[in-house]
Nanobody, 122 residues
Framework: QVQLVESGGGLVQAGGSLRLSCTAS????????AGWFRQAPGKEREFVAA????????NYADSAKGRFTISRDNAKNTVYLQMNSLKPEDTAVYRC???????????????WGQGTQVTVSS
């Protein structure tokens, strides 16, 4: 019964930055592996980044490496995605999700957030 809510999306110019937040709530404060996916109109869902429950390990899609950083603050029940050097190709709805394995990030996905829109203009 974990609910995830994303925030921080918006419209930015190419080369700009955004920080997305994913805040968890529910009956318990659950320590969980989590990640971010994105989906652009007409495109399939795409893995972006993942982080273990402790924050000790991360995994990134090739498209995110060097530009995006996933982190978490468990005291705030929040996972972040810092996105720098944004490109128009990053335009998508970004959703956070609970997952069973950071290194198999399509496994056991649950408790999807509703998503936050990121639009990068050229």
């Amino acid at each position: 019964q974990v609910q995830l809510v994303e925030s921080g999306g918006g419209l930015v110019q190419a080369g700009g930055s955004l920080r997305l937040s994913c805040t968890a709530s529910g009956r318990t404060s659950y320590t969980f592996h989590a990640g971010w996916f994105r989906q652009a109109p007409g495109k399939e869902r795409e893995f972006v980044a993942a982080i273990t429950a402790s924050g000790g390990n991360t995994n990134y899609a090739d498209s995110a490496k060097g530009r995006f950083t996933i982190s978490r603050d468990n005291a705030k029940n929040t996972v972040y995605l810092q996105m720098n050097s944004l490109k128009p190709e990053d335009t998508a709805v970004y959703r956070c999700v609970v997952m069973l394995s950071v290194f198999r990030p399509t496994l056991g996905l649950s408790n999807w957030g509703q998503g936050t829109q990121v639009t990068v203009s050229s």
